[in-house]
T-cell receptor, first 112, second 114 residues
Framework: RKEVEQDPGPFNVPEGATVAFNCTYSNSASQSFFWYRQDCRKEPKLLMSVYSSGNEDGRFTAQLNRASQYISLLIRDSKLSDSATYLCVVNKTCTNAGKSTFGDGTTLTVKP | ETGVTQTPRHLVMGMTNKKSLKCEQHLGHNAMYWYKQSAKKPLELMFVYNFKEQTENNSVPSRFSPECPNSSHLFLHLHTLQPEDSALYLC?????????????FGSGTRLTVV
């Protein structure tokens, strides 16, 4: 089993749609969680951290479920510019600080 | 300049060549990283440096040799590479190794080994 597994995708949605991605992690002691966005042939960019209480940034909402060991990213009112690959990232325990594990990514295409 | 800067952006090298990738960050971060991204594969951590000391070598072959002269600069020296080493090499930095810090990535060097 992979340490971090994401929805395989791809997701093709019309503008204005709501789309959600899930990511599961295998290490129950994982401490911190992030979503990154990577455009084609570009570097990943931090989209948002994921907190236990859930957090929202405009049209984006991230949630963490420690009991079920998954995180999610919800995008409301999708824009064409949201088309990208979304990477789930999990940081391990304090003793392995700095060793983040990246998921394979979920590709989103928003169409007119 | 701001952020994380990587040079060169593209590199084509023969298997007998020696080249170096350079990374510089202007964010005042203490930790720097090298990642490899191959086609259809997730990012793979290669090396971690914290306060210019190497804290992680993720079983990387010795044909890749990192160097971190100070907290702002990171190099990856390459020699006798194989075609399967062709990939996007990404440098990243973070405030510290603390678990709550996300990364800032450079634009990467797209390496082709012929």
């Amino acid at each position: 089993r992979k340490e971090v597994e994401q929805d395989p995708g791809p997701f093709n949605v019309p503008e204005g749609a709501t789309v959600a991605f899930n990511c599961t992690y295998s290490n129950s002691a994982s401490q911190s969680f992030f979503w990154y966005r990577q455009d084609c042939r570009k570097e990943p960019k931090l989209l948002m951290s994921v907190y236990s209480s859930g957090n929202e940034d405009g049209r984006f909402t991230a949630q963490l479920n420690r009991a079920s060991q998954y995180i999610s990213l919800l995008i409301r009112d999708s824009k064409l510019s949201d088309s990208a690959t979304y990477l789930c990232v999990v940081n391990k325990t304090c003793t392995n600080a700095g060793k983040s594990t990246f998921g394979d990514g979920t590709t989103l295409t928003v169409k007119p | 300049e701001t952020g994380v800067t990587q040079t060169p952006r593209h590199l084509v090298m023969g298997m007998t060549n020696k080249k170096s990738l350079k990374c510089e960050q202007h964010l005042g971060h203490n930790a720097m990283y090298w990642y490899k991204q191959s086609a259809k594969k997730p990012l793979e951590l290669m090396f971690v440096y914290n306060f210019k000391e190497q804290t992680e070598n993720n079983s990387v072959p010795s044909r890749f040799s990192p160097e971190c002269p100070n907290s702002s600069h990171l190099f990856l020296h390459l020699h006798t590479l194989q075609p399967e080493d062709s990939a996007l090499y990404l440098c990243a930095s973070s405030q510290d190794l603390g678990r709550n810090y996300g990364y800032t990535f450079g634009s990467g060097t797209r390496l082709t080994v012929v």
